[in-house]
């Protein structure tokens, strides 16, 4: 039959004659590998990596100038330089969201890093993305204690306070810059600035400073400006940019208008019957 094997031209065939049919049928993958063992290539990181291990084109192993070792990655990234040097993430500080600066220590891996924050804290098996945004904190209530007591901060009342004891986040005094303290209050109404300052009569101090400056809207109430309609209008109620009452010359009150059309004249004054009063000045 013309599809039978020749089983006796292969067992007959030299080494050389085989390795000449590997070649052609592409089973020919040592001297492949070889070839690609030793590449060196410059990586997108500013470094330049070494193929030291190629098992196939999703498994290689490379060596980075500075003796780092990479493994597991894929031939295709080590062409387009994609290979990153992950100990040059090592000695970096941030400061994180719960005040203290963190060294990277240890980078296994974007997922798995050890940190060691500035009092010598370690926090091991974390990831990058966490200590970009700062969110690695060291969760040590007695750490905490010791950080947070002496931290000022302005509250909403315009006055300063500063924490003199920290018990847990629920629980901590604090004392503002006119010496009134206040205790049993939480870390997030302090961060906030929602904290109060009460005197011993009950009456709540403030900033005279910071209460002008948040009483602009106030200061609107009595402007007064000519309309288009001739009469001249007086702003008696401000609860808003779009919502204040005018009071014309003629004693007629628009309730209800924007500050905007005030401004612009816009407003007209319209009697009990509705019918609009203009005067025209000579």
Excluded at 82 to 103: E, F, N, Y
């Amino acid at each position: 039959m013309s599809n039978s094997i020749d089983l006796t031209s292969w067992f007959t065939d030299s080494s050389e004659e085989k390795a000449e049919k590997n070649k052609k049928k592409g089973t020919h993958r040592p001297q492949f590998l070889e070839q690609k063992h030793g590449v060196t290539k410059m990586m997108n990181c500013g470094l330049k990596a070494t193929v030291i291990a190629y098992r196939n084109n999703a498994d290689i192993d490379v060596q980075f100038e500075n003796n780092v070792i990479v493994t597991n990655k894929r031939w295709v990234h080590f062409c387009n330089g994609q290979i990153k040097c992950p100990q040059k993430r090592v000695g970096i500080t941030k400061t994180m969201k719960c005040g203290l600066k963190a060294t990277v220590i240890a980078y296994r891996g974007c997922r798995d890093i050890d940190v060691r924050f500035e009092n010598g804290n370690i926090v091991s098996h974390k990831q990058w993305e966490n200590f970009k945004r700062g969110n690695i904190t060291y969760t040590d209530r007695n750490d905490y204690c010791k950080t947070r007591v002496g931290i000022t901060k302005t509250m909403l009342c315009g006055l300063k306070a500063t924490i003199i004891v920290y018990r847990n986040c629920r629980d901590i005094d604090i004392q503002f810059e006119n010496n009134v303290i206040v205790p049993h209050k939480t870390w997030y109404a302090f961060e906030k600035g929602y904290i109060a300052c009460i005197d011993s009569n009950g009456k709540r101090c403030k900033n005279i400073k910071h209460v002008r400056k948040k009483s602009k809207r106030t200061n609107r109430i009595g402007t007064t400006k000519m309309m288009k309609c001739g009469l001249k209008a007086t702003v008696i109620a401000y609860r808003g940019c779009r919502d204040i009452d005018i009071q014309f010359e003629n004693n007629v009150i628009a309730t209800h208008k924007t500050w905007y059309a005030f401004m612009k004249g816009s407003i007209a004054c319209r009697d009990s019957n509705g019918k609009e009063i203009k005067i025209k000045h000579n």
